[in-house]
Structures are given as C-alpha cells and as structure tokens.
C-alpha cells in the first residue's frame, strides 16, 4: 500500500475502498425526508380555507326618492329593507352585524342603521328615512362584518331620484 500526501495528510491508495456508510447515511437521509415530507402534507391537508363572506342580497335593491315639495330635497320615508347575508359556499350566515351608510339613511329616531342577522341569515330594518339632496344618483354602502368571516363593503344599494 502506497501512501499519498494530500492537503498535508496521509491518505492510503487503496483502490478498493470507499467511503464507508455513505448508502447507510443516505438512505436514513432519504428515509428522514420522505417522513418529514408526510407529515406537513398531512398537516396541510388538513388545514381548512378560511372562512368568508359570500354573497349579500338586499330587497329591495335600490332605493327610490321624491322631492314632494319642490325644495331640492328627496326623501323616502317609512322604507324597509331586507338584507340577506351568506358565506362563500352558499350557507346563510347567523349573527353578522349589518351596517346601513351612506344617502343619509337613519331610523325613525334619528340613529345610525344597524342590525345583526338571524338564523335565516337575514337583517330586517323597518321604518328607514332616506334624504337626498339633488337630482344626482348616490348609494347606501351595505357592511356586513362577522369574526372569522371578515368584513366585505362591496354592496352598493342606489339611491335615484324620481
């Protein structure tokens, strides 16, 4: 057996030999990924999308105004509105807060609109005043909001003048 100097060291020429362990180490190597790898696809598989609002429905879906007296000033009294709210895969949501804005909509009483859905999914809001100032269209921006489902103020309810 020859000796060969290399990088300071003493290496023996033994054409025979080979680095020993390497198939074990790369075989426990291989084996120590595929579970790794199994595992987060487990645990990612059972991960669920998160959940959101779907789809908002009001009846009705505008908002009719009259200017009675000629001022300029258009108003609609007495108006009920139905809200109708449902997750992304169709299902009515329960208890989502319903928030009214916009076109000076209030209640009878002078306060802000705002309700929470029941178990069919539905906001009802009865005796609404609406003033509008113009002839110009404006809208009511629907806000439905509900903890793990987010907050979507996507819905927009016109307010036309007649």
Do not use: C
């Amino acid at each position: 057996m020859r000796n060969i100097a290399r990088n300071g060291k003493r290496l023996a020429n033994d054409k025979g030999a080979g680095i020993e362990g390497l198939p074990l180490q790369l075989l426990i190597m291989v084996v120590v990924a595929g579970l790794g790898l199994t595992i987060i696809m487990g645990w990612m598989s059972s991960i669920s999308a998160p959940r959101s609002i779907g789809d908002i429905f009001v009846t009705p879906g505008e908002i009719l105004v009259r200017d009675l007296d000629g001022d300029g000033i258009y108003i609609r009294e007495g108006l009920t509105l139905t809200v109708t709210v449902t997750d992304q895969e169709g299902d009515r949501i329960e208890g989502a807060t319903v928030v009214l804005e916009g076109g000076n909509i209030r209640t009878e009483d002078g306060s802000s609109v705002r309700g929470t859905t029941d178990s069919r999914g539905q906001a009802m809001f009865i005796g609404l005043v609406v003033e509008h100032f113009g002839r110009a269209l404006s809208t009511v921006t629907v806000t439905v909001a509900k903890g793990d489902y987010g907050i979507d103020s996507s819905f927009e309810i016109p307010v036309i003048p007649s």
